[in-house]
């Protein structure tokens, strides 16, 4: 593997944490009553968490194949970045979106799975 296929594989990663904090900002954000909003901030991120390790994570028993593992990364990804547009960080959506389409697509091509 070449070493722009491990720049993917990097993006990859970054994008993961960066929807685990999109998340939280969003469930932080989106209500005003402060014990909710903090409820939202940590189970939001953790439930991604949890689905991401149950069918996407490398080890996972129940690892999706190829094709719907790269699309549903794909759909987290976008609803991170749109959760990022609500709280009001338009830029960083677009990047995060643009990121998200560029690694599913280098993903594609590279049998990156």
Not at 48 to 54: I, P, S, T
Not at 89 to 108: D, E, N, R, S, Y
């Amino acid at each position: 593997m070449g070493s722009a296929a491990n720049l993917n594989l990097a993006l990859a990663f970054a994008l993961e944490l960066a929807m685990l904090a999109a998340l939280a900002i969003f469930g932080f954000r989106s209500v005003d009553h402060p014990l909710l909003r903090w409820a939202l901030a940590i189970v939001l991120p953790l439930a991604a968490a949890v689905l991401w390790g149950y069918l996407l994570a490398p080890k996972a028993a129940n690892r999706l194949g190829m094709v719907p593992g790269i699309l549903l990364s794909l759909l987290l990804f976008m609803l991170a970045a749109l959760a990022l547009h609500r709280v009001g960080q338009p830029t960083l959506a677009w990047v995060m979106a643009g990121a998200a389409i560029l690694h599913a697509v280098l993903a594609f091509v590279w049998r990156q799975w």
